[in-house]
């Protein structure tokens, strides 16, 4: 019987590699016969045994995918890694929706509170520390269970991104005075000239992934989408398998409604105003949804109401363009409902099953 145990594949590719000019059997050099029973049964296995299976779990804010996560991480021994962009910065919990201490403890979980707040983390490196990860996670015979909504770091991890200029401070420095002078809407106006097909996929006060558009066009004297569509390293050594959470729309925005109140009932304001005196406003979680909202309840621009409908407003908005991003992903095995039912649940362990008989 196949075992990855038993597969020598880096010593059949290192001595594949550089072959040396000379007529002995291949074989023989590398010290076994070739005619041998074992090991044909030995290479056979190589050549039959699927790679390793990782797993993603995506689908819109809400929808229950650290649930989902969970639950198959304790079925098939697996570990999580989180694909959330503001998941990953440290202190900020309430309005995260990070997974508890309780949650924590039941399994092993990755790439949360390991960005310094004033830090800031690229798609480009996340995937590479995420790609390490998983491979990590592999090689202890784990199931790696990639979690998250953040769509640009899930296709970088798994698609891979262009090898980009490096970063010129002077250049952001020198965009970021613009964006001052001119508005908030400058950057994404030069983008757009620029690049039409990458602005239309930016937000417009997403700031970070502008200037980078704008610097990659400048610089490498290329577009941003140009550069997308070559040079990629897509990841190696595993079946992906993608299972999307695809809740009814109006139960999905009614629980998400109930969990932003949830957040400002638990102390977002207060943590917020913690936060801010201690890392200033210029901390790159203060741009994400729930605190960008508690931010101007602080400043007095708002009140506690219309603070809170802002941000279930917002988080709503953010979940129908995640669906529009994931519904573009291919490959995506749809499941039509919240992770945290039991219907759902039981259908994702069929199709988990079904994949590793495959």
């Known amino acids: 019987m196949c075992s990855p145990e038993n597969i020598k594949r880096k010593t059949i590719l290192s001595a594949s590699s550089h072959p040396e000019e000379t007529d002995e059997e291949p074989s023989r050099r590398l010290g076994f016969d070739s005619h041998s029973p074992r090991v044909h049964d030995r290479l056979g296995c190589a050549l039959t045994t699927p790679e390793p299976l ?30 959330d962009a503001v998941a990953v910065y440290r202190e900020f919990e309430i309005g995260t ?11 092993p979980h990755h790439l949360l509170d390991w960005v310094d707040p004033n830090g800031y983390i690229t798609a480009g490196e996340y995937a590479r520390v995420a790609r390490r990860v998983v491979a990590e996670i592999r090689d202890r015979g784990n199931l790696p269970i990639v979690v998250g909504g953040t769509g640009l770091y899930l296709r970088a991890l798994l698609e891979g991104l262009f090898s980009g200029p490096e970063r010129s401070e002077e250049l952001r420095q020198r965009l970021r005075e613009r964006a001052r002078h001119k508005g908030p809407g400058y950057l994404h106006r030069l983008l757009d000239r620029l690049d039409r097909k990458a602005a239309a996929k930016i937000h417009p006060n997403d700031f970070p992934k502008l200037i980078r558009a704008i610097e990659v066009c400048l610089t490498a004297r290329k577009s941003l989408s140009e550069m997308w569509e070559h040079g ?80 279930q407003q917002a988080h709503r908005n953010y979940a129908k363009r995640q669906m529009t991003w994931f519904r573009r992903e291919s490959g995506v095995e749809w499941l039509h409902g919240f992770g945290d039912e039991n219907s759902i649940e039981q259908e994702a362990l069929a199709l988990i099953e079904r994949w590793m008989r495959r």
């Not at 990070?98 to 399994?107: D, F, I, Q, S, Y």
């Not at 729309?249 to 977002?268: C, D, K, P, V």
């Open 54 to 83: 990782l797993l993603v779990v995506l689908g819109p804010t809400g929808s229950g995918k650290s649930a989902l996560a969970l639950a198959l991480a304790e079925h098939f021994h697996g570990e999580i890694v989180n694909c």
């Open 97 to 107: 929706a990070k997974p508890g201490v309780a949650e924590r403890a039941r399994v």
């Open 232 to 311: 990629r390293r897509p990841l190696e050594g595993f079946r992906v398998l993608r299972l999307g959470l695809n809740p009814d729309r109006n139960r999905l925005y009614q629980r998400i409604n109930e969990r932003a109140a949830r957040m400002f009932a638990s102390g977002l304001v207060e943590e917020t105003r913690q936060l801010l005196e201690r890392y200033g406003a210029g901390a790159s979680p203060f741009r994400s949804l729930g605190y960008k909202q508690a931010l101007e309840r602080i400043r007095g621009e708002s009140d506690d109401a219309a603070a809170l409908q802002a941000a």
